[in-house]
């Protein structure tokens, strides 16, 4: 989405979003400036002027602006800004943004086919736009596509391909992707089995306080699994994870003081 920072022009937003600013915006608007109109509805939200928000934000997304297109879309998911809630219109907002090339509407958009919410159920539409989006390096849509083939859920299942997608959101630290690919090396799915592999990527997801993460990480501690067997390290990870109530995590930590 567009930065909320500044404008073209020289418009500082990072001041009060009242008086002369909004002036300001409000002729550019008026111009037909399609993006001043997306950022004015967003400083007139902020100021909980909701219905002229709406006006301007129309007014973007008709023009084919993008990020208006997905705010709107967004509103009409969560009945915000004074917009009743309305998931098949939020899914044609979306998709107006999503055919223009915008990743984070494609990777929305992929996210109502999984869910069903204002579309169809259709897991085969929900892999086309988050590979849409994948393709643009969303990390997201990255773990998510791995997830896919990992699963089989809208594709033939294959391993190497999971890892592959993986492996694209891992390296922009995706916590998800992370765990997820060190279950893979863990199982050998898709690439050789390597347990101190499997180690490195779950530290990471637990450095980003994954519990999921935590409690294999600790679980390989304290059996010795692709790292020296460490009693200590089980127990602070399972601690970790225990205190976001991560059930074997809780229980692995009442053995070790048992």
């Known amino acids: 989405p567009a930065s909320r920072g500044c404008v073209p022009g020289g418009v500082s937003l990072m001041t009060s979003p009242s008086g002369a600013n909004i002036r300001i915006l409000r002729k550019r608007a008026a111009k037909g400036d399609a993006k001043m109109q997306f950022v004015l509805a967003e400083r007139l939200e902020d100021m909980s002027e909701f219905s002229e928000a709406r006006e301007w934000m129309e007014s973007a997304a008709d023009a084919g602006h993008a990020d208006a297109q997905l705010a709107l879309g967004s509103w009409c998911g969560r009945g915000e800004c004074g917009i009743p809630k309305d998931n098949m219109r939020a899914v044609q907002w979306y998709t107006r943004a999503a055919e223009q090339g915008h990743a984070v509407s ?153």
């Open 106 to 258: 494609q990777h929305t958009l992929a996210v109502c086919y999984v869910t069903g919410e204002g579309v169809a159920q259709d897991y085969g539409r929900a892999v086309h736009w988050i590979t849409k989006a994948a393709e643009q390096e969303h990390a997201d849509a990255q773990h998510n596509l791995g997830h896919c083939y990992a699963t089989g859920k809208g594709v033939a299942q294959d391993y190497g391909k999971a890892v592959h997608w993986y492996t694209k959101a891992a390296e922009q630290g995706h916590a998800e992707a992370h765990y997820n690919l060190g279950c893979l090396y863990a199982n050998g799915e898709g690439v050789a089995q390597d347990r101190s592999r499997a180690v490195h990527w779950y530290s990471r997801a637990a450095a980003q306080g994954l519990a999921l993460a935590q409690a294999s990480l600790g679980l390989f501690y304290a059996h010795g699994e692709g790292a020296a067997q460490d009693w200590d390290r089980a127990v602070h990870w399972y601690t970790k994870a225990a205190e976001q109530g991560h059930a074997d995590a809780q229980f692995n930590l009442g053995v070790c003081y048992a």
